[in-house]
């Protein structure tokens, strides 16, 4: 799994907050979101909630992905 690249602190927060708040489903969540964004012509707030969709599924993996220093 490839991490999410270019999220800035807030992004990071609203991963954050999604978790807390809807559980397993947060995934879920950020794709909805995504795709309500794309259906509005947003595509600005589409790329972010598909980078925070990805950033909850990595942050949501049971094992270390990627080299440990």
Not at 1 to 10: E, G, I, W
Not at 11 to 30: K, P, Q, W, Y
Not at 32 to 48: K, M, P, T
């Amino acid at each position: 799994m490839q991490a999410p690249t270019f999220l800035k602190r807030d992004d990071v927060a609203e991963a954050e907050l999604l978790m807390r708040s809807f559980g397993r489903a947060a995934g879920l969540e950020a794709a909805e979101r995504a795709e309500s964004s794309r259906n509005i012509g947003n595509a600005l707030q589409f790329c972010r909630w598909r980078q925070i969709e990805r950033l909850i599924l990595f942050l949501s993996a049971p094992q270390v992905t990627g080299t440990v220093h």
